[in-house]
């Protein structure tokens, strides 16, 4: 008589078959994903993590809402895949949205998949990724899931400065779903396919009658060079993993710990006779700055932030004797490397990012001042100014300043000067640190003799002279304890290594206070 009881074997072959069905999905749906010239959430997954180091997380979690066909449709993993692995050894989090179930939309118990996965990130204190390509809110569900993006916010704020929160932009996400990534620490892109905007063109055509294509609206160019919302953009998805990968290797898992450190074979006392030629002595002749940083940092290698957005500033991650550094430095190409508005952001955020994450600071000046104009003032360049300046003076690691040539007015006093709490400030021998620029103090300050003189414009360039030998030689800081020391440019490198080296215990206490009230 044959038995019909179920067996543990049978029971295991069902749970096989069940991942089996979870993992692979849809194979319309896959090659339509594929179509599209995207990759599907496990293959993403798969590049970014460490060959056969992903723990999936419920990943037989299936909705339980009813109503429009819903109850009829349950998928596995209920459209978004979640779950820990290793890069280069090191425990990340990750959830990637499956476009195939749902196109991605988020619903309730989505949500709760992605609520669990960045909780465990936080206990576990390890840096999360989220790998977005979904259509905002499942509409099916209504309300729960609105709430559900409520609960992804609230965890990125709480997790905001604890790890490092990374949102990598692979598929079309408007709405809500754009909300998340500009709460993290930084946003990817990828062209073409990855687009982020709050309304779509259909709307804005419908409200304002504008007509606007997805990228041109939001796709990756534009919000890399123009709104400044994302700070990388690459032109495929692979290209942009293998970069989410390598910046991972420059953060910390989480705020209490250092950067992690790698032997470096380039010398720390490397001398950089380049820099000599590299930067010329008339503060009226533009160089490229990252010219500058490639001679100082380890193997000239560095990784800059927001590249394309606000290009008068620099904002990069290198390693110096293999200690993660964070570079500001004006961009004497750009705009003479004034600060304005936008650099004055950008330069912000990325001084708390660093702050945050213990990475030291080393800014590199040759600011002509702020960006004069109307637009400016009236944009609020006050306020955006003062963001930077909070940002410096609130920040408590090690901060180093190096002046190569211009450092004029409050523009020098907000790149992080002695006087708002440098550890340590040094200047080249073209420094030159004043108010303003010798021609305009001469305007200012000799106006009456000038204008009194027979020959004025002789008058001028003699009066210009004498205030640039009696206020703006090399030595008129250093002679009065501003600066720490006027250096060879040649020995710049060592010099900044041996500084980071003396401050790496610095240990700094703040008031106790439930948090500042920065400038916005």
Same mark, same amino acid.
């Given at each position: ?44 997954? @798969? ?9 999936? $997380? ?21 459209? #978004? ?12 989090? $990750? ?8 196109? &991605? ?12 996965? /960045? ?9 999360? $990724?989220?790998?977005? %390509? ?27 400065? #604890?790890? =490092?929160?990374? *949102? ?11 909300? *998340?990534?500009?709460? +993290? %620490? ?63 290797? /420059? ?8 950067? =992690? +450190?790698?032997? *470096? ?17 008339? &503060? ?9 940083? @490639? ?11 927001? @590249? ?11 390693? /110096? ?25 950008? !330069? ?31 944009? &609020?360049?006050?306020?955006?100014? !003062? ?35 440098? %550890? ?9 640190? !004043? ?54 440019? !040649?020995? +710049? ?8 080296? /003396? ?16 400038? +916005?």
């Amino acid at each position: 008589m044959e038995s019909n009881t179920v067996t543990p074997h049978d029971r295991a072959e069902e749970l096989r078959s069940k991942r089996r069905e979870a993992e692979s999905g849809s194979l319309r749906a896959t090659e339509a994903q594929h179509a599209k010239g995207k990759l599907t959430a496990r293959e993403r997954i @798969e590049l970014l993590l460490d060959a056969g180091s992903f723990k999936e $997380v419920e990943q037989l979690r299936r909705h339980r809402a009813t109503g429009f066909g819903l109850e009829a449709k349950r998928p596995y993993t209920d459209g #978004v895949i979640t779950g820990w692995g290793t890069v280069e050894g090191r425990t990340v989090f $990750v959830y990637a949205h499956d476009f195939r179930i749902f196109g &991605g939309a988020l619903g309730e118990a989505h949500a709760t998949k992605i609520h669990k996965i /960045m909780d465990m990130a936080i206990s576990a204190g390890a840096p999360l $990724v989220s790998l977005n %390509d979904g259509a905002g809110a499942r509409i099916q569900e209504g309300v729960s899931a609105l709430a559900g993006y409520g609960g992804i916010f609230q965890r990125n704020t709480r997790a905001s400065g #604890v790890i =490092p929160q990374i *949102s990598v932009m692979l598929g079309p996400c408007a709405g809500g779903a754009a909300y *998340s990534p500009a709460l +993290t %620490d930084f946003v990817f892109m990828v062209r073409e396919t990855s687009q982020m905007f709050i309304t779509g063109p259909d709307v804005v055509k419908a409200v304002t009658g504008e007509e606007i294509t997805q990228n041109g609206l939001g796709g990756a160019d534009v919000h890399a060079e123009t709104s400044g919302v994302a700070h990388f953009a690459y032109d495929d998805e692979e290209t942009c993993i293998a970069e989410v990968r390598y910046l991972i290797g /420059m953060l910390p898992s989480n705020n209490r710990e250092n950067p =992690p +450190t790698v032997e *470096s074979d380039d010398p720390a006392d490397r001398r950089g006779d380049v820099l000599l030629d590299l930067v010329p002595a008339d &503060g009226n002749r533009p160089y490229d700055m990252h010219k500058v940083i @490639e001679e100082l940092v380890d193997d000239g290698d560095y990784l800059e932030i927001h @590249e394309r957005w606000a290009r008068n500033i620099v904002c990069a991650l290198a390693r /110096m004797d293999g200690q993660v550094v964070g570079i500001v430095a004006n961009q004497p190409q750009s705009l003479a490397g004034v600060l304005d508005i936008e650099a004055s952001e950008k !330069a912000a955020r990325f001084v708390q990012m660093c702050d945050a994450f213990n990475i030291p600071i080393i800014t590199l000046l040759d600011v002509p001042g702020f960006l004069p104009g109307v637009d400016q003032e009236h944009g &609020g360049i006050i306020r955006h100014g !003062a963001k930077l300046l909070y940002a410096y003076c609130n920040a408590t690691v090690p901060r180093i300043s190096l002046i190569l040539r211009k450092a004029y007015g409050g523009a020098y006093i907000v790149m992080d000067s002695q006087s708002i709490g440098a %550890d340590l400030t040094y200047a080249w021998p073209t420094n030159e640190i !004043a108010v303003m620029g010798a021609e305009g103090a001469a305007n200012v300050v000799f106006r009456r003799q000038i204008a009194e003189s027979d020959q004025p414009d002789i008058t001028r360039e003699q009066l210009v002279k004498e205030y640039k030998a009696e206020l703006m030689h090399p030595y008129y800081a250093a002679e009065r304890g501003l600066v720490d020391d006027v250096i060879d440019p !040649a020995d +710049t490198r060592s010099t900044l290594i041996s500084g980071l080296a /003396m401050l790496r215990a610095k240990h700094a206490d703040l008031p106790a206070r439930k948090h500042g009230n920065p400038p +916005t």
